[in-house]
């Protein structure tokens, strides 16, 4: 078992030492970080969604930044639109499991907010279908995948492409470098803010 335990977590740390060797992927995270700051700065919000792991990503995020990261501060918007069983369940009974995140996005984006899809394979049809509605409405768009990209990848602003193939590790890579995210964007409004 303990040969087991040490591969995986080898296999995690190569996937994110492959990250933190991509300068390219490096770019993306800070100017991710960026326009979300710049978002907040404008009294926009942060939307987030995905399904299964992803779906507690989006939910995990939102909880970041609506309650605290580090610091002691004011709660910043940002909703998970994997939350609300009513909403759910009835778009995918009147419509189509594909727009269950689309309509909620035509219900609550604006120009200038945020809207962050998380797809491991990046071709999951009801994230590809809300960042489509969302860039229509004039949001700054965000896919958060694995190798490749999938159909995400062609269509947001900006885009964090995990390098591995399995749905774990790209996962785990995805939580960290939203703490990242989270991390930055305390410290650039609030740095001068005690550490909770």
Known sequence: MDKIIKQILSESIKVK???????????????ISSI???????????????????????????????NKFQLEREALPAIALTT?????????NDYDYSRIFARQVEAWAKEGDVVIGISTSGNSANVVEAVKIAKE???????FTGSGGGKLAKLVDL??????DEAPRIQESHI???HIICYLVERELFGSQPRA
């Open 17 to 31: 030492n492959k990250i933190l060797d991509d300068p390219s992927l490096l770019d993306q995270i800070g100017k």
């Open 36 to 66: 979300i700051i710049e978002a907040y700065k404008r009294k926009n919000k942060v939307i987030l969604f995905g399904n299964g792991g992803s779906a507690a990503d989006a939910q995990h995020v939102a909880g970041e930044l609506v």
């Open 84 to 92: 609300d069983s009513s909403v759910l369940t009835s778009i995918a």
């Open 137 to 143: 409405k004039g949001a700054k768009t965000v896919g």
């Open 159 to 164: 885009v964090v492409s995990v390098p591995s």
């Open 176 to 178: 960290t470098i939203f």
